[in-house]
């Protein structure tokens, strides 16, 4: 029996689990905030404190990181969403403070391949999308029933693609990009600015759920923009299914919203939509079936 601990690591919460790999079943489970810090060393510190307590029980370690994962290298597509750090040596720092093999990917591509194999088998999906909408909006891509990592690790960064050409700077340099405008940071920024307070996209989702209409409208804009770019995926890479996911992702009502946003388009455009089954824990197990596979051939 073979156990994995499973990090993932995002830009408002860090988690880390033990695996069992032959039932895919969490055995222990802890979280701590992310830091946001510019120096690697804080964020080095924040890891060894999660993953001490685990290390003794572990057969390997798998990741499952916010930002583009290439050759074991985090780099922050959008520092803002890691407090200004942009380049980390993740799986050289995770070694050092396991000892343990270890490997990583993108959370969003983990979380993607999580949500595809546990969709029911022999139900004729072979391209799926996962979206997190959460501190950043992530996605991971399944094309052909094979999850697109890419060349660079940079496959399914979708919350880099524009909405509003005239809209607001990302964090990643580009103008407009539906990170800037839909994430729940998005929905902080854009909460605050609207009632003069210091909000972030929890607070301004729990408006809204109390029916303050600003806030409704903030959600359902949102919604709107996540739906738009589905419609652009679905129609360019014939998507089946979509899979919704993050904390936003997964709040009441937003997966009913974007429903009913594509309901407004031609069917071409709208492709299935289901939340998460995993929950928040589709990136933790994700990157544990994905590497045990790798592990089983050393
Ligand atoms: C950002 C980008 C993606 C990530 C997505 C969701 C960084 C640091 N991250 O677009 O790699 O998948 O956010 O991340 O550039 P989360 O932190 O919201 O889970
Ligand atoms: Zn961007």
Redesign the pocket.
């Known amino acids: 029996m073979s156990i994995c601990l499973a990090v993932d690591i995002g830009g408002t919460k860090m988690a880390a689990a033990l695996v069992d790999c032959t039932s895919q079943r969490i055995i222990d489970r802890h979280q701590i905030v992310t830091p946001k810090s510019q120096q690697p060393e804080i964020f080095s510190a924040a890891l060894a404190s999660l993953l001490t307590p685990f290390i003794a029980s572990a057969d390997f370690v798998a990741i499952a990181s916010t930002g583009i994962i290439n050759n074991g290298i985090l780099t922050a597509?959008?520092p803002a969403n890691l407090g200004g750090l942009n380049r980390f040596e993740l799986v050289d720092d995770v070694q050092r403070i396991t000892n343990l093999p270890t490997y990583a990917m993108n959370d969003a591509q983990a979380a993607a391949w999580y949500e595809f194999i546990s969709l029911t088998p022999n139900n004729n999906t072979h391209n799926m999308l996962f979206i997190t909408i959460s501190t950043g909006i992530g996605g991971g891509l399944v094309l052909n029933q094979q999850l697109q990592t890419g060349a660079r690790g940079i496959s399914g960064h979708i919350?880099?693609t524009v909405v509003n050409a005239n809209g607001p700077v990302?964090?990643?340099?580009?103008q407009g990009?539906i990170?800037?405008l839909a994430s729940g940071t998005a929905i902080g920024e854009l909460g605050s600015a609207l009632f003069k307070h210091p909000y972030n996209g929890h607070q301004v989702y729990q408006l809204a759920l109390d029916g303050n209409k600003d806030a409704i409208s903030i959600i359902h804009s949102s919604a709107a923009a996540v739906a738009e770019l589905i419609a652009n995926l679905t129609i360019s890479l014939d998507l089946d299914a979509v899979v919704i996911g993050g904390s936003v992702g997964l709040a009441p009502h937003y997966c009913k919203y974007i429903q009913q946003y594509l309901n407004e388009k031609p069917e071409l455009y709208r492709p299935r939509i289901i939340s998460a089954q995993a929950g928040g824990d589709a990136g933790l197990l994700g990157a544990a079936h994905w590497f045990a596979r790798q592990e089983s051939h050393t």
């Not at 990302?170 to 580009?174: E, I, Q, S, W």
């Open positions: 597509l959008n919350g880099h990302c964090g990643c340099g580009r990009c990170e800037k």
